[in-house]
């Protein structure tokens, strides 16, 4: 593979602090997808087979009710990795992968994985790490889930996308429109609510001029007064 490819590897978490030879080395052993997005990777429940690590795009992860519904609990991004769970502890799926947008994927067999995961030390600390990070992330996300309303747990979820998505328009120095098509519906199933309650929120926003809606994307024109919002929501 390019040494392009190598170059964006050292970006992602796994192969953080290896060099260019191990790199390169075990660059032989994966699949190189493209998504053109609204793909879905796999379900929840099915044998998870691959490791993947995104090199471009956005895949969301999404967990399928017994009754139906859907919760979104995740996205990963550019240089993130996601399916290590179920192939270390040899369960099915926990959720379903969909694509939200073209991708360059990675993709590593479990075998490969599991060698990669037993052979070399520093992936072993680097995969550790990144566990400790999600669970982390998930157990704030629980306890706001728990002890806020929807409008709390609405405003911190886009000032989250808002620093980690995030783009520059001309609109101003502070404004950046998020890097995300997300319906309302799929807001609604991040913060456990409903689309109703999102278009009400949204629209009480856009009419203090927080924020806009700019082909489909929102843009977050003054964050600092936004996080003030969010902080006195939190009180």
């Given at each position: 593979?390019?040494?392009?490819?190598?170059?964006?590897?050292?970006?992602?978490?796994?192969?953080?602090?290896?060099?260019?030879?191990?790199?390169?080395?075990?660059?032989?052993?994966?699949?190189?997808?493209?998504?053109?997005?609204?793909?879905?990777?796999?379900?929840?429940?099915?044998?998870?087979?691959?490791?993947?690590?995104?090199?471009?795009?956005?895949?969301?992860?999404?967990?399928?009710?017994?009754?139906?519904?859907?919760?979104?609990?995740?996205?990963?991004?550019?240089?993130?990795?996601?399916?290590?769970?179920?192939?270390?502890?040899?369960?099915?799926?926990?959720?379903?992968?969909?694509?939200?947008?073209?991708?360059?994927?990675?993709?590593?067999?479990?075998?490969?994985?599991?060698?990669?995961?037993?052979?070399?030390?520093?992936?072993?600390?680097?995969?550790?790490?990144?566990?400790?990070?999600n669970i982390r992330w998930l157990m704030n996300k629980a306890n706001k889930s728990l002890l806020k309303n929807t409008e709390y747990r609405l405003a911190g979820l886009l000032l989250q996308f808002y620093y980690r998505f995030g783009k520059e328009t001309s609109d101003g120095e502070n404004s950046r429109y998020i890097?995300?098509?997300?319906?309302?519906?799929?807001?609604?199933?991040?913060?456990?609510?409903?689309?109703?309650?999102?278009?009400?929120?949204?629209?009480?926003?856009?009419?203090?001029?927080?924020?806009?809606?700019?082909?489909?994307?929102?843009?977050?024109?003054?964050?600092?007064?936004?996080?003030?919002?969010?902080?006195?929501?939190?009180?």
């Amino acid at each position: 593979m390019p040494s392009t490819t190598v170059q964006a590897l050292k970006s992602c978490q796994l192969f953080y602090k290896t060099d260019d030879a191990l790199i390169a080395r075990w660059l032989e052993r994966f699949i190189v997808k493209n998504y053109p997005g609204d793909d879905v990777l796999y379900e929840m429940g099915t044998e998870q087979c691959y490791l993947y690590i995104i090199l471009q795009g956005k895949v969301r992860l999404d967990y399928c009710a017994a009754d139906g519904k859907e919760y979104l609990i995740y996205i990963v991004s550019e240089g993130q990795f996601f399916g290590e769970i179920e192939l270390l502890e040899e369960i099915p799926s926990l959720a379903r992968a969909v694509v939200m947008e073209p991708s360059h994927i990675l993709m590593l067999a479990k075998k490969d994985f599991l060698q990669l995961y037993r052979d070399e030390h520093q992936v072993t600390v680097n995969l550790a790490k990144q566990l400790a990070t999600n669970i982390r992330w998930l157990m704030n996300k629980a306890n706001k889930s728990l002890l806020k309303n929807t409008e709390y747990r609405l405003a911190g979820l886009l000032l989250q996308f808002y620093y980690r998505f995030g783009k520059e328009t001309s609109d101003g120095e502070n404004s950046r429109y998020i890097q995300l098509h997300l319906t309302h519906d799929e807001l609604a199933k991040m913060v456990g609510s409903t689309r109703t309650t999102m278009n009400k929120l949204l629209s009480a926003w856009k009419e203090k001029g927080w924020l806009d809606f700019h082909y489909g994307k929102i843009v977050i024109h003054q964050p600092e007064l936004f996080e003030e919002y969010y902080r006195n929501l939190s009180q």
